[in-house]
């Protein structure tokens, strides 16, 4: 069932319900072709408003793409009744599908007058975004993104030491928001993945900035001054600097930056992974030199058969409901991969987010 069909005895949901001074000319508003469906445009005079406000415990919502549209204007409906507004449509919408555990943001959107000043309560920062919608800051598809892909995955033997990320995460791979990014889009999927986390478990301004887009992204060095003009709108590469400077950006979340000289060094920063997943540490970024493909790092172990990392890559290509969680772990796509597979002649750079999740890892 789609969030926007409209169901019987709801009249606050769907489009047929749209006040009518609402209703503008029908086609695609933009950002709604990317979520696979056409919207109505707005009519001359409005503005989409968003309120994202966290989750910060698990909650059962729909499987898939949940948005929620209340449409009203500031004489007919107030700000006071929002909520109520977005209770009774939620429940309307939620009761026929199927449900899962979700924890990340909410979102209500819907339109006002555009000389309607924006409302402020407890719910959360209001965005005020003309007529983009979003969800976490991305198009519907990313809800089907998998997450958590690592679980179920045993380690190799039976290691005598062994630590992994704490709290969910999003697999942000090649082309799964409809961008096609193959053989340049590994270091943005895998900084993407690292702010999901931080969107999850609520680290620094993370209830207030949702995760980027890769223009965002790229907007984002530009206007800090790492990187030229030209760079916005570019397929050039970005890796564990760029990603550090971008947690800080969007979410004032530092990342801790460690240079390892060859592949056979690698051993030696076992610990510092080890102090980081066990302390409540999110996923590490670990880009190389001659090894230049980015990849997640989300565990460390250790035991007869040697150390091993669990490496998360982001170069399956597809839409983001492409995969399965068991055929990402039976392609490769998130495997354990001992330290003897990287390169030794190539320098590795790992980037740490330093910001720790609250309960035990997954």
């Not at 965002?216 to 397929?235: H, N, R, T, W, Y």
């Amino acid at each position: 069932m789609s969030p926007l069909t409209p169901t019987k005895g709801d009249k606050d949901v769907g489009p047929k319900a749209w006040p009518a001074e609402l209703q503008g000319p029908r086609g695609p508003t933009p950002g709604s072709e990317s979520q696979g469906r056409f919207l109505p445009g707005p009519a001359h005079g409005t503005l989409r408003r968003e309120v994202l406000f966290p989750v910060q415990r698990a909650q059962k919502v729909s499987a898939g793409s949940v948005f929620m549209y209340c449409y009203f204007t500031e004489e007919k409906h107030p700000w006071g009744g929002v909520k109520e507004i977005k209770i009774s449509a939620m429940t309307v919408q939620l009761k026929p599908c199927p449900l899962l555990t979700y924890v990340g943001c909410a979102i209500l959107s819907f339109l006002t007058p555009s000389r309607a000043p924006l409302p402020e309560d407890n719910m959360g920062r209001v965005w005020q975004n003309g007529w983009i919608t979003k969800w976490m800051g991305r198009p519907a598809s990313d809800m089907a993104l998998l997450s958590a892909v690592h679980l179920g995955l045993p380690p190799p033997g039976r290691p005598h030491r062994l630590a992994l990320v704490s709290g969910p995460y999003r697999y942000y791979h090649y082309g799964c928001d409809g961008v096609d990014d193959r053989g340049w889009g590994c270091g943005y999927r895998t900084l993407q993945m690292m702010c999901s986390w931080l969107v999850a478990a609520g680290g620094g301004e993370a209830a207030h900035c949702p995760v980027p887009s890769l223009r965002e992204i790229q907007d984002s060095l530009v206007k800090m001054g790492d990187k030229p003009p030209s760079f916005a709108g570019s397929q050039d590469w970005i890796g564990t600097v760029e990603a550090a400077l971008c947690m800080d950006s969007f979410y004032a979340v530092p990342g801790k930056l460690v240079h390892i000289r060859n592949g056979r060094d690698l051993e030696q920063e076992l610990e510092t992974l080890y102090a980081h997943f066990q302390g409540g540490g999110g996923p590490v970024m670990m880009g190389g030199g001659w090894d230049h493909a980015s990849k997640g790092l989300l565990g460390v172990c250790s035991g007869p058969e040697g150390h091993h990392l669990l490496v998360l890559d982001p170069h399956h290509y597809g839409r983001a409901s492409s995969l399965s969680q068991q055929e990402a772990q039976a392609k490769g796509w998130v495997s354990w991969r001992g330290l003897g597979s990287f390169e030794e002649t190539s320098f590795y750079n790992l980037c740490l987010p330093q910001f720790r999740a609250k309960g035990p890892p997954l």
